[in-house]
């Protein structure tokens, strides 16, 4: 339709092939196939001029038309994406992740108001495959990316803490000297954990295993909730990373201890290089890692013979 207007407009195959930066005889032929297609002849040459035939005028009429509403269409919906706030999605690679990463992600969401900030649940996996599918914008991770198309950055990293009832006899025996309780200490006892990576899992029972006596149990429990309240009533030790913002886990009946030797688990924030010049995911990752100093006047860890306070 482009064509046929561009010749009618034109009056010759050179003008219209300038027009539509085409050579004249790249126009030529696709003008003839056109015809060809349609089984009608759309010009006719007068003197040096190509004039349309019934035909043609029949095409540019149909072609001035369709080609003005799509014209309009498109800048219809140009206007309507200039109009929308620019969308960040955020994963979350586990479930314990969300109570400060939702805090974290609102008050960066009250600093950039032009800019719709969401947190994709239940994404079923947690990989840079999520980032290359465009499914998300930033990934949070245990893992950093060796890719060199990602960027990680170190976010920060959360103390592993173990959950015990007050009466346990890990709380009973510490004392000022030893305050922590040592990994090799809890072989032969229930331990109440997150899901955990095979790696990990084969870690956790090296460094609990015994010379002789039974051997360490692994439940994996989903919520943090559940692992607080079984370690409570005296079902197991809770083995968790340390909340960045206070969370509802304390009160009576539940003591948070240190181990040693100490142990972190590192969060990641992880994005594709190629989307930093459009969304602001330096800056936000930026600001989710500054969460540990906002939380420094608000220590987690409980004393021995006091309660935990998250």
């Known amino acids: 339709m482009r064509l046929v207007q561009a010749v009618a407009r034109e009056g ?24 060809k297609d349609l089984g009608a002849k759309l010009f006719d040459r007068v003197g040096k001029r190509m004039m349309p ?3 043609g005028l029949r095409l ?39 109570p400060w990463l939702a805090a974290g992600m609102a008050r960066f969401a009250g600093m950039s108001p032009t800019l719709d900030l969401q947190i994709v649940p239940d994404v079923g996996r947690c990989d840079v495959g999520l980032l290359v599918a465009d499914e998300v914008d930033l990934l949070i991770s245990h893992q950093p990316s060796g890719d060199a198309r990602f960027e990680s950055k170190r976010l920060f990293a959360m103390e592993i803490l173990a959950l015990l009832s007050p009466s346990h006899r890990l709380v009973t025996s510490r004392t000022s000297r030893r305050p922590a309780i040592a990994w090799r200490e809890l072989a032969g006892e229930t331990l109440l954990t997150h899901d955990l990576r095979e790696s990990d899992e084969r870690s956790l029972r090296e460094a609990t295993a015994a010379n002789s006596g039974p051997p360490t149990r692994i439940w994996f429990v989903q919520m943090t ?17 340390e909340q960045i913002l206070p ?14 030797p100490r142990e972190e688990r590192v969060a990641w924030a992880i994005w594709q ?14 600001h989710l890692s500054t969460l540990r100093e906002q939380q420094a006047a608000q220590p987690f860890l409980s004393v021995v013979g006091g309660t935990a306070s998250g």
């Open 225 to 241: 909730e559940a692992i607080a309240e079984l370690a409570r009533a005296g079902h197991g030790i809770g083995i968790i990373a």
């Open 273 to 286: 290089k190629s989307k930093a010049d459009r969304l602001p995911l330096a800056q936000l990752a930026g």
């Open 60 to 98: 540019l009429e149909i072609a001035d038309t369709t080609l003005r509403a799509l014209d309009e269409a498109e800048a219809s919906l140009q206007q309507q994406r200039h109009d929308e706030r620019p969308r960040l999605r955020v994963a979350p690679s586990c479930y314990t992740m969300y």
């Open 247 to 260: 969370s509802p886990l304390g009160g009576e009946g539940l003591v948070t201890m240190p181990l040693w």
């Open 53 to 55: 035939t019934e035909a």
């Open 12 to 35: 010759t195959l050179t003008r219209a092939g300038t027009r539509l930066h085409l050579s004249q005889s790249a126009l030529s032929h696709q003008l003839l196939g056109l015809e």
